[in-house]
């Protein structure tokens, strides 16, 4: 009897752990769009055990979120990974703005060889999970290179092959990023042909579209048409209207989207909450001048007929935009002279002691690229048109960056505080959409959308990618002139049950995993 007694005395930590971390007294939003609630969450083997106010198992850990919010780790729709990954594999810059896992991939610019890049993640280990699309770009690159011409049926063939192996290895999905080469030189049909590849395998088309300026509702409907033709859910990434003079047309452009859902089409569309762009330099120049690579380019730039062409092109797209200078164009990452890094094209044009005249101002762009080109943040969005996209119900959050590197250039600061910026600024401070609404768009929406299955949701049996933040603190630190600084607010991260974030501090976990689309 004594030594019945003294068992049911002993520590449960002799015996193991009901599970292996209990949040408790949290305010719960579960990814659905519903209201709050309170409650308790076990966490076990990477998965949510349970869920309710009457939890009460042993644990490993208890986090006590009194007065935190807690949600599903936030998927980021549309981010560019490749080739940074090894930089920061704790992958900082997505973890401290609540970031569990991002979708790759996009824009066209991807992995061809998307079974041997998952199985790489896999082997690497980062502190975030990572789904990839299959890029178009690179696939056509594969097979004709940077020519400025259609594909051949042999090459439309192996293109093809390209595409359904990499669906069969678990892509989610075929992007395309129609401002970039060779993507510029392609035509619809030939994008639908890989398209219904990828419908095939159930995947998703995600589109950079031709255009999100002057031709933005042409763009849309080449995306819609896409879509119809391909019978393939469509996501038209970061969703914008560029150029001051085309500020407003969101009111035109959201409805083309609202109607396409009545009709059927199932598309969606996401968004970075800023004001700015960033991309190449390169989109400055006339499609012709970029073909078949930077040797071509820098040959192209030498003829004094091209250089003209290349001035004319960028004083009407000034004239356009009733701009006289290219102020809003600012180099973000210039490998050649760091010194331009966070100088808007305007200023570097003075400090070459050239004349203060935008046809000076295109010389220098013309010479960034003869030196191999740079990335840029470009100024030209109207905050009415971020607000009234933000408004639409199918619409998610999206950072279009890579991992941030303490200190490397004067990247955009949607690659350190995009969730926290919307958290913050558009739900607390200016009550544009609601906090539910928010975390849903930001977990549920995107896992359905990508069909990841076991993630977006607060409910047993799903995976433990959790967020606990405090909603009265969150805030977006970087900003254009000090893009370099983490968001804050968020106390504990859990990626698949490993606690990442500890009360505001990386704890250097990198348990996150390889996401499979399963194709069939």
Partial sequence: MKWIICLLLMPAVLFGQDCDILITNGKIIDGTGNNWYYGNIAVKNGKIIKIGRDVNLSAQKTIDAKGLIVAPGFIDVHTHLEDDETKDPEAKSFIYDGVTTCITGNCGSSNVDIGK????????????????????????????????????????????????????????????????????????????????????????????????????????????????????????????????HNWGRSKITVPMIEAARREGIEVTIDQYP??????????????EVLADGQDSIKARLKRPEIRKQVTNHILARLKKRKLKHLGYAVVANYPADSSYNGKSIEQINLVKGRKHKAKYEAETVMDIMMNGGASAVFHGMGEEDVKFIMKYPFNMFASDASIRRLGVGMPHPRGYGTNARILGK?????????????????????????????????????????????????????????????????????????????????????AGQAIHHKSL
């Fill in 274 to 287: 800023y004001t700015a762009s960033s991309t190449s330099i390169s989109t400055l120049l006339p499609d």
């Fill in 426 to 510: 558009y739900v607390r401070d200016e009550k544009v959409i609601s906090l539910e609404e928010a975390i849903r768009r930001m977990t549920s929406l995107p896992a359905q959308k990508f069909q990841l299955k076991d993630r977006g949701l607060i409910k047993e049996g799903m995976a433990a990618d959790i967020v606990i933040f405090d909603e009265k603190e969150v805030k977006d630190i970087s900003t254009f002139e000090k893009p370099h600084a983490y968001s804050t607010g968020f106390q504990f991260v859990l990626v698949n049950g490993v606690l990442t974030i500890d009360n505001g501090i990386h704890t250097r976990a990198r």
């Fill in 117 to 244: 890049y998952l199985r790489w993640i896999d082997s690497l280990k980062l502190s975030i999970n990572i789904a990839t699309l299959i890029g178009h770009n690179d696939i056509r690159k594969a097979v004709t290179g940077r020519a400025n011409r259609e594909a051949t049926p042999d090459e439309m063939k192996r293109m093809e092959e390209l595409t359904e192996k990499a669906m069969k290895d678990g892509a989610v999905g075929l992007s395309t990023g129609l401002i970039y080469i060779p993507g510029t030189y392609t035509k619809t049909p030939e994008i639908v042909s890989l398209a219904k590849i990828a419908a095939k395998y159930n995947g998703v088309y995600a589109t950079h579209m031709r255009d999100e300026g002057d031709s933005v509702t042409q763009a849309i409907e080449e995306a819609l048409t896409i879509g119809r033709e391909a019978k393939i859910p469509v996501e038209i990434s970061h969703f914008k209207l560029s150029g001051q």
